[in-house]
Every structure is written in structure tokens, then in C-alpha cells.
């Protein structure tokens, strides 16, 4: 694990915002926040050293990023629209859905077909996220394809 100050050091979900999700969907959410916890840069503009803590919700069809300094005391707070995320997300879960399937019952080059179309998407999901935080919160393109992942958990609703 990196000891670099700008970074998360943990990431929670608000549970009112999301719904349990099928087996594929709970496995996705726990190996984005794990990844994330491993590597990420997360630095939010003019607040201070972290290290930082994350809770993601959703609030009013805004997405919410309340940011907390480790031992718990806020620091900020940024609220998205998510109208720039709707296509982006939906086509993500329709493609994840196909993937799936192709797993249990595809052949190989129709699985590898099914994961560069699902690895698009989730690029350029990223790329968005990255767009709408400058100037909020400096992230690379790693930790936002995590959190990418996180925001389309944060719409399922099972």
C-alpha cells in the first residue's frame, strides 16, 4: 500500500442510495474498493494533505462525494449531476449483462469481444468522471475507472 498523502485510505457506500445487487454486481463493488484502498491518487483542489476518506451516495439524482480528512472531520463536499453519467451507466450495465452470460455460456472470442466492448465503455465512463471532477479533485485514470465501477453500483438497484 502507498504512503503518499493524496490518496483514499477508505471508501464507503451509503447503503440508503444503493441495493443489494446480484453476486456478479457485489463482486465488482468489493474488488473496485479494494483496488482502489491498494492505488489510487485522490487529491481534492485547495484542501489540504490527506489522507482522505470517501463516502459515495446519491442524493436528489445527484451523486455525492462527502470527503473526510482519516480520523473522521469533513473537509468537503462535491455534488455532481449525474445526467452526464445516465447513457454511459446504462450501456455499462447492458454490455456487463451480455459479458456475463458470455462467461457461463460463450465461446472464447465472443467472451473477448464482450470484454474489449465492456472495457470501452468503462474508459470512457472514467474519462466523464475525470472531465466533471477537474478542478474539484485530482484523480488519475485508475482511480477513476474505480470509481466509475462504484457510481454504476451506486445505480443498481437490484
Excluded at 449525474?82 to 465461446?107: A, K, N
Aim: proline share 4%; glycine share 8%; with cysteine.
Amino acid at each position: 500500500m502507498t504512503t503518499r498523502r493524496d490518496r483514499l485510505v477508505s471508501v464507503e457506500l451509503d447503503e440508503a442510495s444503493i441495493g443489494r445487487g446480484s453476486p456478479d454486481i457485489e463482486h465488482e463493488r468489493a474488488v473496485a474498493i479494494y483496488d482502489l484502498l491498494e492505488e489510487n491518487r485522490f487529491a481534492p483542489v485547495g484542501t489540504g494533505e490527506g489522507p482522505f476518506a470517501l463516502k459515495l451516495s446519491i442524493q436528489d439524482n445527484r451523486l455525492v462525494f462527502d470527503i473526510r480528512a482519516e480520523d473522521g472531520a469533513p473537509v468537503v463536499a462535491h455534488i455532481l449531476s449525474l445526467t452526464p453519467f445516465r447513457r454511459i451507466v446504462r450501456d455499462y450495465f447492458l454490455i456487463c449483462e451480455s459479458y456475463y452470460q458470455s462467461i457461463r455460456s460463450g465461446s472464447p472470442s465472443r467472451i473477448e469481444a464482450v470484454d474489449m466492448g465492456r472495457r470501452g465503455i468503462h474508459n470512457e465512463g472514467s474519462s466523464i468522471l475525470i472531465e466533471r471532477l477537474a478542478g474539484k479533485i485530482d484523480i488519475d485514470f485508475d482511480t477513476a475507472r474505480r470509481l466509475f465501477t462504484l457510481i454504476c453500483v451506486l445505480h443498481w438497484k437490484g
